[in-house]
């Protein structure tokens, strides 16, 4: 049995069967995948529940070429390179466009599977093709932005594809006409001619002080996603809770702040063994010692209930988490009496 407690942030106590580390994508061709398997990078969205009954695959390739058109960066990233390191080497280099995105964890190649984004970027909006090993085929492939068929928080890599392609690669295309994205929360403080560099650093600063290190307190960053709703239904919340902040996702649809409705909810500081939701931001579940998943699943369920009781709201956990045999998730409606 392989330990996975120091390859997932949230360190619950863990293990494997076995554990591969790939630095060279070649080796893919070589691994037998016998489920269950999973492809883990560097374990910042991923909790292992319990000992889980397979194999672990780590991400572990290096390596970022640049290709510079007239107007615009084209970057492939190895998805083994970590993200907010790929954020600071892409600013350094006088590349634009990632600085919302700085200190998000995890690694490039993980990044595409959540469509990760923050402060009103979203990773769709750079990504040129995805690159990966189908494991089904036996073959290396090539995704276009459209074929991964990008949402909020979503892809194909967590439908069709799950299981089925180990991303190797990613390309990103960073336009030299850059402005900024400045419309999102404390950012909108900022000067109108902020640079790239300055919303970098507001953002890290931000994030710094509501995200706690996890390798100081082991947390897994956001754990819900932020639920989007009809219009209307966020306008009936609205007038019930008026300083209920509301973000707009077209004419239809409305996006809710999860943090804001599980601290109204009264959760904050809620606790299971030494799992708890973090007193400075509502949305961060921590671990503060020796937890396990079964309080883990307890915390969770006791946030979507209660969130559901107070607001009729359904939150779904950002944050994969796996079991014995795979992924599981946890439910987010309140049992029927």
Not at 179 to 194: D, I, R, V
Request: glycine letters at 8%; one cysteine or more; charged letters at 20%.
């Amino acid at each position: 049995m392989q330990p996975l407690q120091h390859l997932h942030t949230f360190a619950l106590p863990a293990t494997c069967q076995r554990l591969i580390t790939v630095d060279d994508i070649q080796l893919l061709e070589q691994i037998v995948f016998q489920t269950p398997f999973y492809i883990l990078g560097e374990g910042s969205n991923s909790i292992f529940l319990e000992d889980f009954q397979g194999t672990v695959i780590l991400m572990r390739n290096k390596g970022i070429s640049v290709t510079e058109r007239g107007d615009a960066y084209l970057l492939e990233v190895a998805a083994g390179e970590n993200w907010h390191e790929l954020v600071l080497w892409t600013l350094a280099q006088g590349m634009a466009g990632l600085e919302n995105l700085a200190l998000i964890p995890g690694t490039v190649g993980a990044a595409p599977v959540q469509n990760i984004g923050a402060y009103g970027v979203e990773l769709e909006k750079f990504v040129e093709y995805v690159e990966g090993f189908d494991i089904g085929r036996r073959e290396w492939r090539r995704l276009s932005r459209a074929q991964c068929q990008f949402a909020y928080r979503d892809s194909i890599f967590k439908h069709q594809l799950k299981d089925r392609l180990v991303i190797t690669s990613v390309g990103l295309r960073l336009d030299k006409h850059w402005l900024p994205t400045l419309s999102y929360g404390p950012l909108a403080q900022l000067p109108q001619n902020a640079t790239a560099q300055q919303i970098c650093d507001a953002v890290i600063a931000i994030r710094q002080s509501k995200l706690p290190d996890p390798q100081v307190l082991p947390n897994a960053g956001s754990f819900f996603k932020n639920p989007i709703v009809s219009a209307e239904f966020a306008a009936d919340l609205k007038a019930k809770h008026p300083t209920m902040p509301l973000y707009p996702v077209d004419a239809t649809y409305t996006k809710l702040a999860a943090g804001w409705l599980i601290e109204q909810a009264g959760l904050k500081g809620y606790c299971q063994q030494t799992i708890r939701v973090y007193e400075q931001q509502a949305l961060v579940l921590v671990n503060g010692g020796e937890g396990q998943g079964e309080a883990l699943h307890t915390v969770i369920l006791h946030v979507q209930r209660t969130v559901f009781e107070r607001f009729a709201v359904a939150l779904e956990h950002e944050v994969r988490l796996l079991g014995a045999t795979g992924e599981v998730t946890i439910g987010h409606v309140v049992d029927a009496e």
